[in-house]
């Protein structure tokens, strides 16, 4: 069985990106504005000669109630639950937020292996702005350019270390 890897976070993060690039693939749809990617997506993927599946999801709002909104959690949930390991991913340019927090919480009473991806932090490696992800108590945070393709490579590395 291939590792599953599922992709969590709010919208607009850059979690669709990551999926494309852990897949190659255009499969997952990009948006400049939040919460376009409704449905979960599914893709392969390969690191060296290992093989995992990756599950993008709509944003996640764990504490909304209502509509689509409410469909997009449940969706998420789902992709957890099928998960053996969850990137949660984050966004360093709008830094640290409540829904960051909310979502932290909810991951961590999923015992499931959780992998903090801090993105779009394109040539700041070493940022001092890094920091504050600490806070989320998800362990290191994994600075990744989705986009320019930085970071991937060990964020991949420590999410499949177990298989
Ligand atoms: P999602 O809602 O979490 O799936 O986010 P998307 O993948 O749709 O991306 C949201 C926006 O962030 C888009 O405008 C992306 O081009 C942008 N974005 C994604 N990854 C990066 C990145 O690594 N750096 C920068 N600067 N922008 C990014
Ligand atoms: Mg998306």
């Known amino acids: 069985m291939k590792p599953v890897i599922a992709l969590v976070g709010r919208p607009n993060v850059g979690k669709s990106t990551l999926f494309n690039r852990m897949t190659k693939s255009r499969d997952a749809i990009v948006a400049d504005f939040a919460g376009l990617t409704r449905d979960r997506h599914y893709g392969d993927g390969r690191l060296g000669s290992r093989e995992f599946i990756v599950i993008d999801t709509g944003g996640f709002e764990p504490d909304s109630s209502t509509g689509i909104v409410k469909e997009m959690a449940k969706q998420t949930?789902?992709?957890?639950?099928?998960?053996?390991?969850?990137?949660?991913?984050?966004?360093?340019r709008t830094g640290l937020s409540g829904q960051d927090q909310d979502i932290a919480r909810y991951l961590r009473q999923c015992n499931k292996r959780v992998l903090l991806a801090v993105n779009k932090a394109e040539g700041m490696s070493d940022s001092p702005l890094?920091?504050?992800?600490?806070?989320?108590?998800?362990?290191?945070?994994?600075?990744?350019?989705?986009?320019?393709?930085?970071?991937?490579?060990?964020?991949?590395?420590?999410?499949?270390?177990?298989?």
């Open 77 to 92: 949930r789902q992709a957890v639950a099928e998960a053996d390991v969850v990137i949660f991913v984050t966004d360093v």
């Open 130 to 163: 890094l920091g504050e992800f600490y806070e989320l108590g998800m362990g290191e945070p994994h600075p990744v350019s989705a986009a320019h393709g930085q970071g991937i490579r060990s964020l991949l590395e420590a999410a499949l270390e177990d298989f």
